[in-house]
């Protein structure tokens, strides 16, 4: 019996290696040809995204008169390892701009030209190569767009699958020997759907994360495959788009055909006050409107926001309305009365005396008082209550901003299930062990988890988040995704760098730099050689001013030949002057500056000038202009557009930045002269520095900030997250849970 079962288990195994062998040979073309079909279809893809992504400025630099030499353009895009060539053919047959590794055998006579996009795939000599055939019609302008890629690395992946079939096919026949076959059969059945299911998620724009946990080495090459293709693709879609009003507009209409847009803030952009004269409209100084407002104008929609000025209620309609902006109407504001104890309660109380020090770092104690928090609850309804009479839809998109609505998601998603709750947090986050002695910390938290995304300027502060998540709330967290799933929900916790317009609307106004220095020098009686800094914020403790005006006095204790010379020109707009952490920093500033100004006065020219008002963004940007230096010594800080701000105005390429590290923007304005703003002297040393920088110096500098803006600007911030809202509602209707 034991010779018997002995050979039948030694047959099995026979059988099994025969049987694994018919099905490796049965198994590989079919795997080859669905493998290379896939990867063609990526390839396809990625030609089309390659086109419309350069497709505008083709057509503007075949428009031009005379037309633009395409090929230094067309070579850039041949880094791509995976593109080999581009050319254009004219409507006349004639291939131009064609790049240094196009084909000889290439010609636009051999290529199907029509009305419609057509793609083959050739061999040059021993390299396969796929074309894709664009067509481009505007105006005069008419003719097909030629975009080779380099096929072999199909090659590549083809035998890869091979090997891993055949070994995961032979160790099955050796570990289990009759039962091979049906194993084997299963995960061929599984691996089938998984390539079925893959191309059905690339077609719809999603690739999903469950990939990474299939155990076979199938599923792992797949999963490989697809988070290359995620790699590529994200590259692609980035490639030379200058984010604008108008691109941020095509974008709505492509990805979210008739989408409504609600905006929920504190401030509002618009302000209207009673004064002697009448009523005086006035834009915040507000970074958080400075952001969010040109990105209404360009998508319009409905902005719901505290109606703060005294001459607010007159100028609204009987449902609490106002078009705006008042020149070109673009969006609604959709104002929201608070009495003056809830102003009191969830403004100054729980928002700033309580949120505000607590995500900063700046050494202030804060306060949390049981009142505070019922009026935080209150106005957190009432606002949630205001969104729902806004939408006109039952799956609007919803943007809510900063601390003081961190209850709002939650109260949205309980009223408008289907809505995207997109907030972004524009403060930073504390750590977990300094956030934990918030007393009402997992409401708070649990609020936020109420939206479909949430953002932060940094990764740093997203990290913090998560760290406070796992901490103290029963939650799954999925790092790799930055994903926590909660009460069933699933919340994207993302890092959106904030940003400004570009160009900004007020430098449209602004005369050549050298007539805004004559002018400012003019308004604070300067000699003609002064050397002028500035520095441009609301009277906050966290924005260091302080610690600015100690850095001037240092220097100038330390360098006193610069007395007479140099003027540092600090505006600071009042605010939250009710409260008293605020009211003693104005004083203490003030009285500062006078002992400043007392011991290194020289002939009665004073080096401090404290100018303690509100000012207009066309002020603020002379002042810009105006700067040799313009000094960002934040404290903590989430961002601070004023570093890009100042970038931004200096279209002279001149001037110097003296960036606090503990400002969101150092991490992208790297070319600014960084510093610690508790260090006096280093300080101090740095504003030397960026005085005595020569003008060659200046301009390499100001030039890659100033690249860096224009590229990341504030259409390019809400573009990437109405892009990802956009991929999760194709996602939640495809799955059928939205």
């Known amino acids: 019996m034991k010779n018997i079962l002995r050979k039948s288990w030694l047959g099995y195994i026979g059988l099994g290696i025969a049987g694994t062998a018919l099905i490796i040979v049965a198994v590989m073309p079919l795997t080859s040809a669905i493998v290379e079909g896939w990867l063609n279809s990526d390839v396809e893809l990625r030609a089309r995204l390659v086109f419309r992504s350069i497709r505008d400025q083709v057509i503007v630099g075949l428009a031009a008169a005379p037309a633009v030499d395409l090929v230094p353009f067309f070579e850039r895009l041949t880094e791509d390892e995976r593109i080999l060539a581009l050319g254009y053919c004219t409507a006349a047959g004639e291939l ?336 977990s062990e300094t956030f934990g002695i918030f007393p009402w910390r997992e409401q708070l938290i649990d609020g936020l988890l109420g939206s479909t995304i949430l953002g932060f300027h940094t990764r740093f502060h997203c990290n913090n988040f998560i760290e406070a998540i796992d901490r103290f709330m029963e939650s799954r967290i999925d790092r790799e995704t930055a994903t926590v799933t909660f009460r069933g929900h699933d919340t994207m916790i993302r890092a959106y760098p904030i940003s400004i317009e570009w160009p900004p609307a007020a430098l449209a106004e602004q005369r050549p730099v050298r007539e805004c220095r004559d002018a400012v020098r003019q308004r604070f009686s300067l000699p003609p050689d002064t050397r002028i800094a500035v520095g441009i914020e609301r009277f906050d403790y966290t924005k260091g001013i302080i610690d600015r005006i100690r850095a001037i006095d240092d220097l100038l204790t330390w360098k006193p030949q610069w007395r007479g010379k140099f003027v540092f020109i600090q505006a600071a707009a009042p605010t939250r002057g009710e409260l008293e952490a605020y009211s003693t920093l104005q004083a203490e500033a003030m009285h500062l500056a006078e002992e400043v100004n007392a011991r290194h006065s020289v002939d009665g020219f004073a080096p401090i000038r404290l100018v303690v008002r509100h000012h207009e963004p066309r002020e603020v940007y002379e002042l810009f202009r105006a700067a040799d230096v313009c000094v960002v010594s934040s404290l903590h800080d989430g961002m601070n557009l004023v570093a890009k701000e100042f970038v931004a105005s200096r279209d002279d390429e001149q001037g110097v930045l003296v960036l606090s590290s503990f400002a969101g923007a150092s991490r992208e304005l790297s070319e600014a002269l960084i510093i610690n703003p508790y260090h006096t002297r280093n300080m101090a040393k740095a504003i030397l520095t960026a005085l005595s920088m020569p003008a060659g110096e200046q301009r390499q500098r100001m030039r890659l900030m100033r690249s860096l803006v224009q590229e990341r600007n504030v259409h390019r911030w809400a573009a990437q997250m109405l892009l990802d809202a956009s991929r999760l509602r194709k996602r939640e209707r495809v799955l059928g849970t939205g």
């Open 96 to 431: 131009r701009y064609a790049t240094k590794f196009m084909p000889k055998t290439i010609s636009c006579a051999k290529l199907e030209r029509g009305k419609v996009d057509t793609s083959a795939t050739v061999t040059d000599g021993d390299r396969p190569t796929h074309i894709s055939v664009f067509p481009i019609t505007a105006g005069p302008v008419s003719g097909h767009l030629l975009l080779l890629h380099d096929l072999q690395f199909v090659t590549r992946r083809v035998h890869e699958v091979r090997l891993y079939t055949a070994l995961g096919l032979i160790g099955v026949a050796l570990g289990l020997g009759l039962l091979a076959a049906v194993i084997t059969r299963t995960l061929l059945r599984h691996w089938s759907l998984s390539v079925r299911s893959a191309i059905a998620d690339v077609r719809r724009g999603a690739i999903p994360d469950p990939y990474r946990d299939r155990p076979t080495a199938i599923g792992s090459e797949i999963h490989a495959l697809l988070s290359e293709f995620r790699v590529d693709r994200r590259y692609v879609d980035g490639i030379h788009v200058e984010w604008s009003p108008k691109t941020l507009h095509r974008l709505l209409e492509e990805e979210l055909p008739g989408v409504e847009i609600l905006v929920v803030s504190n401030r509002e952009p618009y302000i209207h006050n009673k004064t002697d004269g009448g009523v005086l409209l006035q834009t915040p100084a507000s970074g958080l409107v400075a952001a969010i407002e040109p990105v209404m104008r360009a998508c319009g929609g409905t902005w719901i926001a505290h109606g703060s000025g005294s001459a607010d209620r007159q100028t609204v309609d009987e449902n609490d309305r106002i078009a705006v902006p008042p020149d070109a109407p673009a969006y609604t504001l959709r104002r929201v009365w608070l009495s003056a104890e809830e102003q009191n309660g969830y403004y100054y109380g729980l928002s700033n005396e309580g949120l505000w020090p607590l995500c900063h770092v700046a050494f202030v104690r804060p306060a949390f008082r049981e009142e505070d928090w019922i009026q935080y609850q209150a106005v957190n309804e009432r606002f949630a209550d205001a969104v729902v009479q806004e939408a006109k839809q039952d799956d609007p998109i919803v943007l809510v901003q900063d601390y003081h609505f961190a209850l709002l998601p939650r109260m949205i998603r309980q009223r408008l299930p289907k809505a995207t709750i997109i907030t972004f947090w524009h403060i930073p986050w504390a750590n």
